[in-house]
């Protein structure tokens, strides 16, 4: 996906999410734990902050979080905020990341349009309404994102995080697949390893690709995807993926 296709699914999630959000406030959100609708939209606009003054000032921001007003006018303000240090910089201009091998600005854009569509699906839970598609490109991305730059970047970076859930795990894989994509991913006992293109697996995860995006993110349940092989293995995955994204 290209800047233009980011900023374009960003905008139309965003958009989404802020009209369904005002029916969302006072509700519990089923994905997040603890939470209401209106703490939801205030993570939202805390996060969009964030990223915009990481790219403004080059650093993370300190201290942190900032005094918010209520949370939609927040998510207003910090939506634009967010768009405007985007689209005012290139893809590849520098940006710190917490993601080692990509410090760019490209970076961000990818995160915040992975963020957004996310965090729609559950002010559309919370809400009680159903869900608007996921454009197919943007799933894709969205699952290879979560792989790569989550799981596997964890398991390297972070073992410890992992450590406990990882040591149970011999080597199978999985293999995960979309219409047009697919990933072979190996829970070994001390990292996960993410290979593109389709493999023999021990087990398999497959689906239209919103749906795959959806379970991988635990936005949604077995019954959303087709389970094939060892279901063993394909719980032990989906317990890792909660396990770094929390």
């Known amino acids: 996906m290209d800047e233009r296709r980011f900023l374009e699914c960003l905008e139309a999630d965003y958009t989404r999410l802020r009209e369904v959000a005002p029916d969302a406030l006072d509700a519990p959100v089923p994905t997040c734990p603890g939470w209401t609708g209106d703490d939801l939209v205030r993570h939202v606009a805390e996060v969009y902050l964030h990223k915009a003054e990481t790219m403004r000032r080059g650093a993370w921001p300190a201290p942190w979080p900032p005094s918010l007003p209520d949370s939609l006018t ?4 910090a939506y634009r905020q967010l768009v405007g240090e985007l689209t005012s910089r290139r893809p590849a201009d520098p940006a710190l990341t917490w993601y080692g091998p990509d410090q760019t600005v490209g970076f961000w854009l990818r995160r915040m349009a992975q963020e957004t569509v ?3 699906l559950d002010v559309e839970l919370a809400a009680s309404v159903p869900h608007d598609p996921i454009p197919a490109d943007l799933a894709d991305d969205g699952v290879d994102e979560l792989l790569t730059c989550f799981l596997a970047y964890a398991s390297a970076e972070y073992p410890d995080e992992l450590g ?8 199978r894989t999985v293999q995960i697949a979309t219409e047009e994509s697919g990933w072979q991913v190996q829970l070994g006992p001390t990292e996960v390893t993410v290979e593109r ?3 023999d697996a021990e087990a398999g995860v497959s689906g239209e690709a919103g749906a795959v995006l959806r379970w991988v993110w635990r936005r949604a349940g077995d019954g959303a995807v087709r389970l094939d092989g ?3 293995v394909t719980g032990k995955l989906r317990t890792l993926l909660g396990v770094t994204t929390q």
């Open 230 to 232: 060892n279901r063993w």
């Open 74 to 77: 927040a998510l207003d303000d």
């Open 197 to 199: 293109g389709h493999f």
């Open 118 to 120: 996310i965090h729609r």
């Open 164 to 171: 406990e859930h990882l040591s149970e795990c011999d080597g």
